[in-house]
């Protein structure tokens, strides 16, 4: 383990917002965008697996000036990695979490790094997981918040198992092997379904991933992607713990169609995580204890008249041309152009006469 001090983070001084390069990102706040953006630098965030989007993301957390980062990975930088963001062939040989507290410690120095170069599916080293999700933030708390940015299933289920236990809310995120979709997905244990909610078709399947594996070959390689799901991990990691917007529970993305769906996941009451199943039983019956808000009809004043001797209404005697047309799901055009031709239109205006020019120009003097 690697842990680098910082100075003190409780006031933001006038050096740091009037000269540190990262003190732009200040105009968040003066722009109301996010009006408590400096409280980023209270915050703790655990990212497992600092491959792809992993080192991506912790870049781009270091660069908006996180407090402290915890970076769990046990594979070393090859040089097949180097169709990818970040690293860089000269830290080839180097465990991945070695090379990416360097080069981010030079971004930001202001952030505190702490590493770990292990692998979390073991019980020795899950238990490790476990203690630094716990008592691993400033101030020995727990951490705000964890990224799962692995790219196995085994490694996920030790995420999902170790941040039910603890009740801890984490985004779960992925690139496909074939490199061009990804998703990220907000897993708040009991609220929303857990990742062994409903099991991906590789383990219904009964495949062994590890045979998917090719020797040399680096999975999920485009740049693009990887900054794409990396950027919507984050995003969304900002809006979460600074509160600023709604964050998503389920982002895809596919390149292929630029397809984005997005949709609430629900918990399964029958999970085999039997702490998930307790965290919904809890969530539940907090729900269940909030006090029931009964909606007020709205009273709708009486509209009185005075005598009406002569019975003069108003009545909407507008009809459209045209029906609406919907170009996409809540898009509508706002008015359709007439597709009557201009000359029919002209013979509404224009009378046929038998009389001459000259004397429809006498009639016209003579008004």
């Not at 722009?31 to 400096?38: A, D, L, R």
């Amino acid at each position: 383990m690697a842990e680098s001090a910082r100075p003190k983070i409780d006031v933001m001084s006038d050096e740091v917002t009037d000269v540190n390069p990262y003190s732009r990102l200040m105009a968040l706040k003066k722009m109301g965008t996010v009006k408590n953006y400096e409280e980023i630098r209270l915050y703790t965030v655990l990212i497992v697996g600092v491959g792809g989007v992993g080192s991506v993301a912790a870049e781009m957390l270091t660069r908006c000036g996180i407090g402290k980062l915890i970076m769990f990975d046990y594979d070393k930088v090859e040089l097949a990695n180097m169709n990818r963001l970040f690293f860089q062939p000269h830290q080839a040989g180097m465990s991945k979490v070695e090379a990416a507290s360097k080069t981010l410690s030079f971004i930001n120095p202001d952030v505190v790094f702490e590493t770990h170069n292990m692998d979390i599916t073991k019980l020795e080293n899950f238990n490790t997981l476990i203690d630094r999700i716990v008592k691993g933030g400033l101030g020995n708390k727990a951490v705000d918040l964890v990224l799962s940015c692995v790219d196995n299933f085994e490694a996920r289920m030790a995420i999902n198992t170790a941040c039910n236990e603890v009740n801890q809310v984490w985004f779960e995120s992925g690139v496909s092997e074939n490199a061009v979709s990804g998703h990220i997905q907000l897993i708040d244990p009991g609220r929303t379904a857990c990742f062994a909610c409903a099991p991906p078709l590789i383990v219904a399947s009964k495949v062994d991933e590890k045979t998917l594996k090719k020797e040399g070959v680096c999975a999920a390689s485009l740049p693009t992607t990887i900054g794409i799901i990396a950027g919507f991990l984050v995003q969304n990691s900002l809006k979460y713990l600074l509160k600023f917007a709604p964050v998503t529970e389920y982002l895809g993305y596919d390149a292929m169609s630029d397809f984005f769906p997005t949709f609430p996941v629900k918990p399964n009451p029958q999970c085999d995580d039997s702490n998930c199943v307790r965290r919904q039983q809890e969530y539940q019956a907090k729900e269940a204890a909030k006090p029931k808000i009964e909606a007020v009809p709205e009273e709708v004043p009486e509209i009185i008249h005075e005598d009406n001797e002569w019975g003069i209404s108003l009545v909407d005697e507008y009809v459209p041309d045209s029906e609406e047309i919907e170009l996409a799901p809540g898009v509508k055009l706002q008015y359709t152009k007439d597709a009557q031709p201009a000359e029919e239109n002209a013979k509404d205006f224009v009378q046929d006469t038998d009389q001459s020019l000259e004397d429809l120009m006498k009639q016209m003097k003579s008004l």
